[in-house]
């Protein structure tokens, strides 16, 4: 295992910089998710990380030693793929063992190592199987097998569980949540879907067009967004943005509410006012906004309401056994304490 840190890294493909100054601390035992949507630059970042994309600018250090200049399989480094990359030809077992075919262990001692890893991963039943009588999970633990193997001291997941259906996502996701909290290696995890990072990390990095949004725990990125963007992103369904002013008074919104909250400016300031769909509730509390209900998806337990307002189209959950009905007014009301409120400017989270 060893710690990683990333340190004012770059990335231009010809004049075209795509990566600006990315700068992280990874520690020992760590699983750190980056998430972001397509062409944010994780997935670049993550190949910087394993060498197979040359750095521009900055430095990778794993361990306490910069491996800028040292090739992929100089790095102890192990990277699992989105598509499996897994020898149809060969057995489960001969497919583990490749991570090994370098190794300078003995035949005993590398036997030792297939069966410890295949016992970790519920696979010692699967050794014989060929690629083609496996399920799509099984398949993903091979090639997690395969790098297991190796014991490196740092995993990399580049969008694992993209090919795999809901079911067996859920599924993984677990398995590999699982496996860090047994074995403690360093893990790096890019994935699109804001649910695996949720669910999976320790901390959150998010990114958008090459720079770092904010680090944070789940329940950081989640509760203490620090912009309008990472609010948006993380959660679903996304966080209604309202438009308001700021002044000395308090806040008032665009629709005509007015709220009494921690948050003041000297001089009107105009402002986004985030309210995440689970803050908001069908008629109790501070009124926020009202309007007509122009669709509902049940979804069991509770139902989602879209509701047309002055403001624009927001979000609320409502009971699932008793929803408004379709074209029914309701009032949206919201705990002043559960609302973010954003420079509408900037975009910035307003303190």
């Not at 600018?57 to 990277?79: F, T």
């Not at 063992?97 to 699967?126: Q, T, Y």
């Not at 002013?245 to 009494?260: P, V």
């Amino acid at each position: 295992m060893a710690n990683l840190a990333l340190r004012n890294l770059t990335k231009a493909f010809g004049n075209t910089e795509v990566l600006h100054g990315i700068n992280l601390e990874v520690a020992d035992g760590e699983f750190i998710v980056f998430v972001g949507p397509s062409g944010c630059g994780k997935s670049t970042t993550l190949r910087m990380i394993a060498g197979l994309e040359e750095v521009t600018s900055g430095e990778v250090i794993i361990g306490d030693k910069a491996v800028n200049n040292l090739e992929p399989k100089e790095r102890d480094i192990a990277m699992v793929f989105q598509n499996y990359a897994i020898y149809p030809h060969m057995s489960v077992k001969k497919n583990i063992a490749f991570g090994l075919r370098s190794s300078k262990l003995s035949k005993e001692e590398k036997e030792a190592r297939i069966l410890e890893v295949a016992g970790i991963l519920d696979m010692v039943p699967l050794l014989d199987r060929k690629p083609n009588a496996l399920s799509g999970g099984q398949r993903q633990r091979v090639a997690i097998g395969r790098a297991m193997v190796r014991d490196p001291a740092v995993f990399l997941f580049d969008e694992p569980l993209s090919n795999l259906d809901a079911q067996l996502r859920t599924q993984m996701r677990l398995e590999i949540k699982k496996l860090h909290q047994r074995v403690g290696n360093t893990i790096v995890f890019v994935t699109h879907d804001q649910v695996e990072a949720m669910t999976m990390a320790d901390r959150i990095v998010i990114m958008k067009d090459g720079h770092i949004q904010q680090i944070g725990t789940p329940a950081e990125v989640y509760h203490q967004p620090a912009n309008a963007f990472v609010a948006q992103f993380i959660g679903a369904p996304s966080m209604n943005m309202l438009p308001g002013t700021l002044n000395g008074k308090g806040l008032k919104l665009g629709a005509g509410s007015s709220l009494k909250t921690k948050w003041k400016s000297d001089s009107a300031l105009d402002v986004m006012v985030g309210v995440r769909p689970d803050d908001l509730t069908v008629g109790k509390g501070d009124p926020i906004v009202s309007g007509k209900v122009t669709v509902r998806e049940p979804l069991g337990p509770e139902t989602l309401i879209y509701v047309d307002t002055p403001s624009g189209e927001v979000i609320a959950k409502a009971s699932g056994r008793t929803p408004p009905e379709l074209g029914e007014k309701v009032v949206l009301s919201a705990d002043p304490a559960n609302l973010h409120v954003f420079d509408a400017k900037t975009g910035m989270a307003v303190q």
